[in-house]
């Protein structure tokens, strides 16, 4: 804060223009690779679309008019959020413990464990669902283990079950490191604090811990759901073409069907989204500061 | 130096006395208490000692002395190896920190960012179940103590590192501990506000009675309000005394070093009682074997320096050398002279105020004091 108040009639002296030119180029690469993209998606979706993936000429409403109206996208939409939320907080419910332990491990297992915890992310995330079709399959190893306990295996592939397990796992790098930024800032002596004062482990952990990790636990949640609704790899082979979520849905619209302004409809949908979500993330955040 | 009673003290029984047996009951015990930590060398080992009701024990030593751990075995934070904690007679060492009742204030202060200034001071309460309606009084009345009411609903960050300490002090103290620790609470704060807490911590201790101990590496802040000083040195209490005592008569030639400036004279006894030091031949206070090779100390300002154009002090018994002036340093309340004394370079440290007179580098002059601030150490002891 005061360093802030330190810097700033600097910045007004000279360091405008610095601080200009050195934005610029972060600034042009963003307008051509992200807005214009974006704006030309907007506009292509208010086009129509002719058979075998032709584009009219003309503006219409009609892509826009269909889909609002179609319980089917709002299904799909509502049946997205649902997962996405349901993935975000199993992902949040696993990473948890995992973040918690290594931020508590001396700084040599500390480093070696987060390099361990996201050493996932090396490896695609096709690669990785397709180990999980190897392990939640009708002979694979999780129905094996559960059959030799004498249940009988519910079906776990090419269902909602299946997305959720595997992409749960997919996401929780992303979870622990989020988390782990947080618990950067939790100071042990404060436990301790805690714990003279007449505080039970549990209670500090209630009371101080999850209340002071808070803003990495948020952070993670948003970052889990966008990722979780932006996929379509593993919701695709997961579920096996019987698992329709919005990005499946506009891979579909764009790569089999053709139907680009029904696609290009669908991804400004997911856009909105995330916008929705980036608006809930920065309400919780104000609440939680 | 801080020997001297802090005037807002007065009143109270005299702190500088021994510790009377009997007089207040013994409240904190620690039994030949020791930590380990692997198979590295204890950090504390072998510590006991005994805290009256009500009474102040400063904790002083070099950074790594084991003075922390101490306090941190003592609140339950750190499990002790070996030795036993009691507290008013019952055996606390097995009990976890959240059951031992005791109240600590952090160096760091350690306040919960996410709570304001009167969750802070109630969590506490809270614990201990406290009814809601009695827990906001006794936390207005505990931010009274420490003049802190009108920033209840404050966050820590908002306030200021005395204000965040005295919030610290408020918490720990609200819960009436049987025991307050404070590990170096005044180490975050600047030289001035750290006289005024100090002497706000001691007012406040004395005023609820309560038995504490009090972590520091600073000797001016632990004489300043301890009624007694435990110097630690490597893991083990070296000493244990009032301030007075501590510094009058050090035990150790390392305790002697820690509490104030010291000369350091090196001799060997003579028979019939003096220390050859190079030429000369000092008294000293104590007697021992002749032929022993001694270190003799002798605290800066305890030496009088005179002109050596006046005749040489008449004062029987006492030791007078000749000296020529090094070097004058003015360090505002004093005058530190640096002294050639045949071989030895003494350190003498008059007061600017009382000082018949100032000497210039060159001068020739006596130096003067007395056998009885003449501390003599077996030499080698010192290491």
Redesign the interface.
């Known amino acids: 804060m005061s360093a802030a108040l330190l810097t700033r009639p600097r910045a007004d002296w000279r360091g405008g223009t610095v601080l200009m030119a050195l934005l610029a180029p972060i600034l042009l690469v963003n307008v051509l690779t992200f807005l214009a993209p974006v704006i030309n998606l907007a506009m292509l979706s208010f086009r129509g679309s002719g058979p075998g993936g032709s584009i009219q000429e003309g503006l219409t409403t009609a892509t826009w008019t269909s889909l609002l109206t179609d319980s089917f996208y709002w299904e799909i939409l509502l049946g997205t959020v649902w997962t996405s939320l349901l993935i975000t907080f199993l992902t949040l419910l696993c990473s948890y413990p995992v973040a918690l332990w290594v931020s508590r491990l001396g700084a040599r297992w500390r480093n070696l464990m987060m390099v361990v915890c996201i050493s996932p992310l090396l490896v695609s995330a096709v690669v990785r669902t397709y180990g999980w079709m190897i392990l939640l399959g009708d002979q694979g190893f999780v129905p094996g283990v559960i059959r030799a306990m004498g249940m009988t295996p519910p079906r776990l592939l090419f269902n909602e079950t299946g997305v959720i397990i595997g992409l749960t796992e997919i996401l929780m790098p992303y979870m622990i490191l989020s988390l782990l930024a947080g618990f950067g800032k939790l100071?042990r002596?404060?436990e301790?604090?805690?714990?003279?004062?007449?505080?039970?482990p549990f209670?500090v952990f209630r009371?101080?811990v999850l209340?002071?990790s808070l803003p990495g636990l948020l952070l993670g949640c948003l970052l889990t759901f966008v990722l979780a609704v932006s996929s379509f790899i593993t919701p695709k082979l997961l579920g096996g073409g019987r698992v329709v979520l919005l990005a499946t849905e506009i891979y579909d619209q764009a790569i089999v069907t053709l139907n680009w302004p029904l696609a290009s409809a669908l991804s400004i949908l997911v856009l909105v989204v995330f916008g929705a979500a980036l608006a809930v993330y920065g309400q919780l955040s104000k609440l939680v500061d | 130096m801080a020997i001297a009673r802090a005037p807002h003290a007065a009143g109270e029984a005299p702190r500088d006395a021994a510790p009377a047996a009997g007089l207040n009951s013994v409240h904190l015990t620690l039994e030949a208490l020791e930590k380990r930590y692997g198979n590295l060398p204890p950090s504390v080992s072998a510590l006991s000692l005994q805290l009256r009701q009500g009474e102040l024990l400063g904790l002083l030593g070099p950074s790594g002395c084991g003075k922390t751990t101490t306090l941190r075995m003592i609140s339950g934070l750190v499990p002790v190896t070996a030795g036993r904690i009691l507290v008013a007679g019952r055996d606390v060492t097995a009990l976890p920190p959240y059951r031992r009742d005791m109240g600590v204030v952090f160096q760091a202060y350690a306040l919960f960012p996410h709570m304001t200034v009167a969750e802070n001071v109630a969590f506490g309460l809270e614990m201990r179940k406290v009814s809601r309606t009695e827990a906001k009084e006794r936390v207005m009345r505990a931010l009274g103590m420490v003049r802190l009411e009108a920033l209840a609903d404050r966050k820590p960050r908002e306030l200021s590192g005395g204000q965040q300490q005295r919030v610290a002090l408020a918490r720990a103290l609200v819960i009436e501990p049987s025991i307050l620790l404070l590990d170096e609470p005044l180490s975050n704060l600047d030289a001035k506000l750290r006289d005024e807490m100090r002497n706000e911590i001691r007012d406040i201790q004395q005023r609820l009675g309560i038995t504490a101990v009090f972590v520091t590496h600073d000797q001016v802040e632990a004489m300043a309000i301890c009624d007694r000083i435990g110097v630690m040195r490597a893991g083990r209490l070296e000493q244990i005394a009032t301030p007075l005592e501590m510094y009058e008569r050090p035990t150790t030639p390392f305790v002697a070093d820690f509490v104030g400036r010291m000369n350091h004279l090196r001799g060997t006894r003579l028979e019939g009682g003096g220390v050859r030091v190079g030429e000369a031949v000092l008294a000293t206070a104590g007697t021992s074997p002749a032929g022993e090779a001694l270190l003799l100390m002798v605290r800066p300002h305890r030496i009088q320096m005179t002109p050596a154009a006046t005749a040489q002090p008449e004062a029987a018994g006492r030791n007078v050398q000749p000296g020529t002036v090094r070097r004058v340093t003015f360090v505002g309340d004093a005058l530190h002279y640096e002294v050639a004394m045949g071989a030895e370079t003494m350190l003498v440290e008059s007061s600017t105020v009382s000082g018949p007179q100032s000497f210039a580098v060159g001068d020739a002059v006596f130096l003067a004091w007395s056998p009885d601030d003449t501390l003599t150490f077996p030499a080698g002891t010192e290491a």
Do not use: Q
């Open positions: 100071d002596t404060l301790d604090a805690a714990g003279t004062l007449g505080a039970r209670t009371r101080i209340p002071l």
